[in-house]
């Protein structure tokens, strides 16, 4: 992973974190600047009241072992969810619950989820608004 987290030019307020298989958690890279980042969508929370925020969580297409309790629909929602509690961690009160978070499974693979750097790419949350 080249950036733990990147800013898409067109949307400033998109950004795509990944984690490693089977795993949501939050890599430790990433912590830090998805709390700076809540602290940057609080201007833009100020700023529009109807302006809300949307977490994605995505799997890539492995299967995981049915005794393990985990599925990729889980495991997506999980990964959502740890982007959520980073970025409120940069936020004033009263703005963080503006962000709903929802796990989406393998359901939109970056790549056609061949090989490890095309698992890794679907491996993530995207952060995206509404308004």
């Given at each position: 992973?080249?950036?733990?987290?990147?800013?898409?030019?067109?949307?400033?307020?998109?950004?795509?974190?990944?984690?490693?298989?089977?795993?949501?958690?939050?890599?430790?890279?990433?912590?830090?600047?998805?709390?700076?980042?809540?602290?940057?969508?609080v201007s833009y929370m100020h700023k529009d009241k109807a302006f809300n925020i949307i977490l994605s969580g995505y799997t890539d297409s492995d299967q995981y072992a049915a005794d393990s309790g985990m599925t990729n629909q889980r495991l997506s929602e999980q990964r959502?969810?740890?982007?959520?509690?980073?970025?409120?961690?940069?936020?004033?009160?009263?703005?963080?619950?503006?962000?709903?978070?929802?796990?989406?499974?393998?359901?939109?693979?970056?790549?056609?989820?061949?090989?490890?750097?095309?698992?890794?790419?679907?491996?993530?949350?995207?952060?995206?608004?509404?308004?």
């Amino acid at each position: 992973m080249d950036k733990p987290v990147t800013v898409d030019a067109e949307r400033p307020v998109r950004i795509r974190v990944e984690f490693d298989s089977g795993s949501g958690q939050l890599p430790a890279v990433s912590q830090v600047a998805l709390k700076e980042y809540g602290a940057y969508l609080v201007s833009y929370m100020h700023k529009d009241k109807a302006f809300n925020i949307i977490l994605s969580g995505y799997t890539d297409s492995d299967q995981y072992a049915a005794d393990s309790g985990m599925t990729n629909q889980r495991l997506s929602e999980q990964r959502a969810a740890s982007v959520e509690g980073a970025i409120e961690s940069g936020m004033v009160n009263g703005l963080a619950g503006r962000i709903d978070s929802v796990g989406r499974g393998a359901s939109r693979p970056i790549e056609d989820n061949s090989g490890h750097e095309n698992k890794q790419a679907s491996r993530r949350v995207e952060v995206g608004y509404r308004l």
